[in-house]
C-alpha cells in the first residue's frame, strides 16, 4: 500500500506484508508506546481491523492480532487499558472517512484467521532490566535474574538467594500489572510439578511491584521477551547452566549497601560476614 495514515501518539506506515507502528515521544504519548518506539505487524498476524467511535470528537481504528501471535499480548492477557492499547489509532473525528478507507485497504491483505501457531510480531529487544519492589531483574537473552533489594525482598527470597533462570528451564511468565493489587513477575518453570508457592512475595521466581517499581512499559515489554524466548527454546537441558562471574563493580556497590544496613543494625554482626563473603566469593 505505501501510505502513511497519522493519529494521536502514532503513525501507520502500510506496507507490502506489513504494517509498521511508529510510536510518537513526548509529554502526553503513553509511556508504553514511547518503550516500545516502533512495532511491525505483519498482515499474517492481524486477524480482524475496527472502527469504532472514540472519545471528544475522535474515532479509533484498531488492528486486532490474532491469539498467540504478539508476546506482548500474550504477556499482557488482557490487563491492558484502552489507553494503553499499542494496536489502537486515535484519530479526530473529521478524518473517520479516511481511517475508513484505510481499514478497508487493510482488510483486503488478511489472509489468515484463528490462533497463531507461533508469534509472528517481534518481541522487544534484550538486554533488558527494571527494578521491581524486591529486586532488580535482568534479562540478556538467554537467563534471567534476579537480584533481591534487601530492604524489599522477604525472608524466603532472601535465604534462597539471588536467582538466575535459563529461558530453556522456564515454561512461561506470568504477568500481573502493576496497576492492580498484588503486581507481580512470576516466572513459571518447567521442574515446578508440585506447583510454586501462591504469593508471590514468597517465591523466587518471582518479583513483587510497588508504587514506582514495576511500571507496565517496564515490566510488559520485559515479561514480552522472556515469554518470547522460552517459546523459542528447546528442550530442558541436561545439566543447568553455570553461573556467570560477577561484574567487581557490582560486588562492591553491594558490599557497600550491606555495610550500611550492617551499620544502621538492620543486619546482624554474623549476617554482615556470611553476606560478605558469599559476595566475595562470585568474584
Known amino acids: 500500500m505505501g501510505d ?34 516502533e512495532r511491525r505487524v505483519p498482515y499474517a498476524a492481524i486477524d480482524a481491523v475496527t472502527l469504532t467511535p472514540g472519545k471528544r470528537g475522535t474515532v479509533a481504528l484498531r488492528i486486532e492480532p490474532r ?31 479516511l481511517a475508513e478507507y484505510y481499514g478497508d485497504e487493510l482488510r483486503a491483505q488478511l489472509t489468515e484467521s484463528g490462533p497463531a501457531e507461533e508469534f509472528l510480531v517481534g518481541a522487544p529487544e534484550v538486554p533488558m532490566n527494571f527494578k521491581a519492589y524486591d529486586a532488580k531483574a535482568t534479562f540478556d537473552g538467554n537467563i534471567v535474574r534476579f537480584r533481591w533489594f534487601w530492604t524489599g525482598a522477604s525472608s524466603a527470597k532472601w535465604k ?14 506470568e504477568w500481573r500489572s502493576p496497576e492492580v493489587f ?41 515479561a514480552a521477551a522472556v515469554l518470547s524466548a522460552v517459546r523459542r527454546s528447546g528442550p530442558v537441558a541436561a545439566v543447568p547452566a553455570s553461573a556467570p562471574r560477577r561484574d567487581p563493580a557490582d560486588i562492591a556497590e553491594r558490599i557497600r549497601h550491606l555495610g550500611e544496613l550492617h551499620e544502621a543494625g538492620l543486619v546482624t554482626d554474623e549476617e554482615f560476614s556470611s553476606k560478605k563473603a558469599e559476595l566475595l566469593a562470585e568474584l
Not at 76 to 95: C, I, N, T, W
Not at 192 to 220: I, K, N, R
Open 67 to 97: 491469539a498467540g501471535a504478539d508476546p506482548l499480548l500474550e504477556a499482557a492477557a488482557g490487563q491492558l487499558k484502552e489507553s494503553g492499547d499499542p494496536y489502537r489509532l486515535v484519530l479526530p473525528a473529521e478524518r473517520e472517512t
Open 182 to 222: 498484588e503486581g507481580h513477575l512470576r516466572l513459571l518453570r518447567r521442574d515446578s510439578a508440585d506447583g510454586q508457592p501462591a504469593q508471590a512475595d514468597q517465591d523466587p521466581a518471582a518479583v513483587v511491584f510497588g508504587l514506582g517499581y514495576g511500571p507496565v512499559h517496564e515490566s510488559l515489554p520485559f
Open 160 to 173: 534462597a538467594g539471588d536467582q538466575s533462570f535459563p529461558v530453556a528451564e522456564l515454561s512461561g511468565v
Open 4 to 37: 502513511v495514515l497519522a493519529g494521536f501518539h502514532a503513525a501507520w506506515e502500510f506496507e507490502s506484508d506489513s504494517v509498521l507502528i511508529r510510536y510518537e515521544r513526548g509529554i502526553r504519548t503513553p509511556k508504553l508506546f514511547q518503550a516500545l518506539g
